[in-house]
């Protein structure tokens, strides 16, 4: 039974491990192993531990069995580009392949969506690899739309990804 519950600190080591494994799982075959662990060291645990840490941040976690299998992650504007409003920007959400088509992501989002409104904020803004069909398809059916390209940096190779945005 997938259970539902938001991060802490303490999770640091597990979600530093689950994102580079779905990061990995999904696009690792796309980049040099010096670009894929250059990239994979933004998920360093002392990383999560400051954001964990942060109150700019927000994950949520889905488990089984009490293991890890999604997550989804909410921070501060940071990419490069002027939001119209109060934005906050999906920075994450994983699932590990064994699990997609569970309802994991649709859950997540809500619980994204719902947090992001709590916040004060009025649009959600994330970016999606222009190749990653599924992702993209399902962010238009949760009606985000096109903002901007966006040179998305895995290493030294830049990969062009589409910043999306969702008025809220």
């Known amino acids: 039974m997938i259970r539902y519950r938001d991060a802490t600190p303490a999770d640091a080591a597990a979600l530093s491990t689950l994102g580079k494994q779905t990061f990995a799982d999904t696009f690792g075959h796309l980049y040099s192993p ?21 109150p700019t941040y927000a994950v949520r976690v889905a488990e089984d069995e009490g293991a890890p299998i999604a997550y989804c992650k909410l921070g501060p504007h940071a990419m490069p580009f002027e939001p119209r409003g109060r934005p906050i920007e999906l920075r994450q959400l994983y699932v590990l392949p064994a699990w997609h088509g569970a309802g994991i992501a ?3 989002m809500d619980w994204a969506i719902e947090t992001a409104r709590a916040r004060g904020a009025d649009e959600l803004y994330l970016s999606v690899f222009t190749d990653n069909h599924r992702a993209r398809r399902f962010y238009e059916k949760r009606g985000f ?17 589409h910043i999306m945005r969702l008025a809220l």
């Open 34 to 54: 010096e670009n894929l662990a250059t990239f994979l060291e933004t998920h360093a645990p002392e990383r999560w531990a400051e954001q964990l840490a942060d």
């Open 106 to 108: 649709p859950e997540l």
């Open 145 to 161: 739309e096109f903002v901007q390209n966006y040179a998305f940096m895995v290493g030294d190779q830049a990969d062009e990804d």
